[in-house]
């Protein structure tokens, strides 16, 4: 990788890195932050997406410093929060919490938030925050439960991925779509241009697949 600065992904998600890789971005090193993600009382999502995204960047620059190779590297650190109001759906790992917010999702309007969090080579910290609405189809309870057998809402926020069968849940979504995957592309590349990262360093060797 050389050319560029080093850049390291404070997340083990393979959708954020799978997202990346379409931008043309590798990262030189992945970074999963061990975070505690229970939102707080009273917490108010854009809020939690925020919190635990600069959370992650602390956690990943702290590794990063100890760490001579990766040293002075940009590090990207993100936060996915599903919401239905101001309730803040888990990322669900257990068939009754999906369950619960399949059904809560049922027929509704949502809203994904992704907060990303760049940490400069000179550790100066850069946020955005990234809305994007979803409206669900009504969901009968043939479709939550085989839904459930899918196995696909493991680990994800809101009990679904939009990636995947739950794409075809969607009646209508007004904003980013990389959003709601797990990283807002446009605003990721948007923020390391601006900071000076190469993000086109890598297309010319990219293979469209």
Request: hydrophobic share 45%.
């Amino acid at each position: 990788m050389l050319g560029r600065p080093k850049f390291v992904l404070a997340s083990g998600s393979p959708r954020r890195l799978s997202l990346l890789n379409q931008a043309g971005i590798e990262p030189d090193a992945l970074r999963p932050a061990d975070v505690d993600e229970t939102p707080k009382r009273g917490e108010l999502p854009r809020a939690c997406a925020n919190r635990l995204a600069r959370a992650k960047a602390d956690a990943a620059l702290k590794s990063v410093q100890l760490d001579d190779e990766l040293r002075g590297a940009f590090i990207l650190a993100a936060d996915t929060v599903v919401a239905v109001g101001r309730r803040i759906l888990p990322k669900a790992n257990l068939v009754d919490e999906a369950a619960q917010c399949l059904r809560l999702l049922s027929g509704r309007n949502h809203r994904v938030y992704t907060a990303i969090c760049l940490v400069t080579p000179r550790e100066a910290f850069r946020q955005r925050l990234v809305e994007t609405r979803v409206r669900f189809k009504r969901l009968s309870e043939d479709d939550i439960q085989a839904y459930i057998g899918s196995g696909e809402w493991r680990g994800k926020a809101g009990g679904y991925a939009v990636q995947g069968i739950a794409g075809s849940f969607v009646v209508k979504m007004v904003g980013s779509y990389t959003n709601v995957v797990g990283l807002p592309l446009y605003e990721t590349t948007t923020l390391l241009g601006g900071e000076g990262f190469p993000i086109r360093f890598g297309w010319l060797n990219a293979v469209a697949v």
